[in-house]
């Protein structure tokens, strides 16, 4: 199944519908490239399904970025200026092209989860 991600809101108990995602990819030159830009779902899932099917997924070093304060700010949460979390980012490696990586992330504006998934 390649690379997948998820994200819940545990401040309201739902799925992060709406929240702004970045994956980015480490290049053979070793700089940081983004790859892909999206919005989640009401699922709190890309729309477009699996950010990579096994046959695309490359072994390397990834970055998952999740916009949670302008996500809990669209939910009408007051957070501090500056926000305690801001960009959450997610650095991991993908060392077995031929297993499933699904990254997800469990949030509220002060603290986040996160492991390797099924």
């Known amino acids: 199944m390649g690379l997948s991600t998820h994200v819940l809101d545990t401040m309201h108990g739902t799925p992060a519908a709406g929240m702004g995602v970045e ?14 830009r999206f919005t989640l779902n009401a699922d709190g899932r890309n729309p477009d399904g699996p950010l ?8 390397g070093t990834y970055r998952l970025v999740f916009e949670v304060a302008a996500y809990f700010r669209a939910r009408g ?4 200026d500056p926000p ?6 997610l650095d991991f490696g993908v060392a077995d092209t031929a297993q499933h990586y699904h990254v997800p992330l469990l949030c509220s504006p002060w603290s986040y989860s996160t492991y390797r998934g099924s």
């Open 23 to 36: 994956l980015w990819r480490t290049d053979a030159a070793g700089a940081p490239q983004c790859v892909k």
């Open 52 to 59: 990579y099917d096994n046959a695309g997924l490359q072994r």
């Open 77 to 80: 949460v007051q957070l501090p």
């Open 84 to 89: 305690f979390l801001d960009r959450v980012g």
